[in-house]
C-alpha cells in the first residue's frame, strides 16, 4: 500500500510537470525556429557570416532550452518524489492505525506533526480510537454489571426451586412471594435495560410539545401519592402556573417519577420531599430536595453512571437497580437542560431546562400551584 500510495502520487505530479515542460519546450523551439528561419529569407542577400551567426544562435537557444528542460524535468522527479512521500507516509500510518484497531488493538494512536489538514485528520482519528477505547470499557463494565446484577437474583431462585423439589421447604405463601419479588427484580432490570437502550439509540426522539410545568409535576407527584402516604412521608411542590415547558410531557413524567421514587426509597419515615420550580431569564430551574441522609462528597459525581451504588452496603432492594439516575440524565440531556446533585443536608436533585418563552396569563390556567401528600 505504501509504495503503491507513494508511486501514484509521484507519477501524478511529475508527469503533471513534464507535460507542461514538454509544451513550453516544444513551443519555444519551433517558434525561435520559426523566427530565425524568417529572418534567413529577408537577410539571404547578406553576408555569409550572418548565416552562421544565425546558426550558431539557434544551436545556442535550443540547446539552452534542452538543457532548462532536462534540468527541470530532474527537479519535478525530485520534488514530486519528495511531496508523494510526504503525504503518503501520514496516509498510511493512519490505515495502519486503523488496521490495528479493525484487530482489537483500541489504544493505537496515530503521531501528529505539523498543523495541516493531514494533522487534524489523524488528531480526528486519534479521538475516534479513543472514543472506541471509552465505549468498548463501557461495554466490558457494562456486560460485567449486568451479569452482577442478574447472577444474585437467579441464584435465589434457583436455590428456592431446588428446595421445594426435592421437599426441604413448603412452598408456604412468604416463600413463593418472595420468588416472585425476586422474578419482578428481574422483569424491572430488564425493561430499564431496554428503556436506557432505547433512550442511547440514534433514533431516539422526543415528542415536544408546550406545556404547563406545574400540570407535569402534579401528575407525577399524583402517580407516587400513595407510595408516599404509605411511608408517611411527606410530597409538597411549589411552581407557577405561569411557567410553561416545550418538552415531551411522558418523558418529563418519568423524569419526575425516577427522582421521586429515588428520594423516597432513601427518605426516612415522617421526612419530606419537595419540589420547587422558579423561572430564570431562558430557562427553568426544577429542584427536588429530601430530608434523607444524603450522598456521600466522593459518589456525587458518579451517580449518574449505570449500576452505581453510592452507598455499598444498599442492597438491591433498597438501593435499586443502579439505572434509574442513568436514564434522567439522558432525558434530561435531550430536551437540552443539566441536571447535578446536591448533599448538604439531604440531597438535591436540580434539573435545568430550557424554557418554552411563552407566558400563560393566570387566570387562563386552572392548574393548582400546591400539591400536598403525606401523614
Known amino acids: 500500500m505504501n509504495r503503491r500510495l507513494h508511486a501514484r502520487l509521484a507519477f501524478i505530479i511529475i508527469a503533471t510537470a513534464t507535460c507542461i515542460l514538454f509544451i513550453s519546450t ?129 441464584a435465589t431462585l434457583k436455590s428456592h426451586m431446588r428446595a421445594f423439589e426435592d421437599g426441604i421447604w413448603e412452598p408456604t405463601p412468604e416463600r413463593i412471594h418472595s420468588c416472585y419479588e425476586e422474578i419482578e427484580r428481574l422483569a424491572n432490570l430488564v425493561a430499564e435495560l431496554e428503556d436506557l437502550t432505547h433512550v442511547e439509540s440514534p433514533a431516539f426522539r422526543l415528542e415536544r410539545q408546550e406545556h404547563s410545568l406545574a400540570s407535569i409535576i402534579e401528575q407525577g407527584t399524583g402517580l407516587l401519592a400513595a407510595a408516599y402516604m404509605e411511608k408517611k412521608v411527606g410530597l409538597s411542590f411549589r411552581c407557577s402556573p405561569d411557567i410553561r415547558l416545550f418538552a415531551d410531557r411522558s418523558r418529563m413524567i418519568q423524569i419526575l417519577v425516577n427522582l421521586l421514587s429515588n428520594a423516597l426509597r432513601f427518605t426516612p419515615v415522617n421526612g419530606t420531599v419537595r419540589i420547587e420550580a422558579v423561572e430564570e431569564r431562558q430557562s427553568v430551574l426544577i429542584a427536588i430536595r429530601d430530608s434523607g441522609s444524603g450522598i456521600a462528597r466522593e459518589d456525587l459525581p458518579y451517580i449518574f453512571e449505570r449500576f452505581y451504588r453510592g452507598d455499598k452496603s444498599r442492597n438491591r432492594r433498597t438501593g435499586g437497580s443502579g439505572l434509574g439516575l442513568t436514564i434522567v440524565k439522558r432525558l434530561v440531556t435531550a430536551h437540552g437542560g443539566q441536571i447535578w446533585a446536591e448533599s448538604n443536608p439531604g440531597t438535591t436533585f436540580c434539573i435545568r431546562l430550557p424554557g418554552s418563552g411563552s407566558i400563560v396569563p393566570h387566570s387562563a390556567t386552572a392548574t393548582a400551584d400546591s400539591y400536598e401528600a403525606g401523614p
Open 26 to 154: 516544444v513551443s519555444v523551439i519551433v517558434a525561435t525556429h520559426y523566427h530565425i528561419s524568417m529572418f534567413h529569407e529577408q537577410a539571404a542577400g547578406m553576408s555569409q557570416d550572418i548565416s552562421r551567426l544565425e546558426y550558431h544562435l539557434e544551436q545556442a537557444l535550443v540547446q539552452s532550452i534542452v538543457w532548462t528542460f532536462a534540468g527541470s524535468l530532474l527537479l519535478a522527479v525530485l520534488i514530486g518524489l519528495y511531496i508523494a512521500k510526504r503525504i503518503s507516509r501520514p496516509l498510511v500510518g493512519m490505515k495502519q492505525v486503523a488496521e490495528k484497531m479493525s484487530d482489537g488493538q483500541l489504544d493505537a494512536r496515530v503521531s501528529i506533526a505539523g498543523k495541516d489538514e493531514l494533522a487534524e485528520l489523524g488528531a480526528s482519528l486519534n479521538d475516534l480510537a479513543e472514543q472506541l477505547q471509552k465505549q468498548e470499557q463501557l461495554r466490558v463494565t457494562m456486560t460485567e454489571d449486568i451479569a452482577h446484577e442478574l447472577r444474585t437474583p437467579l
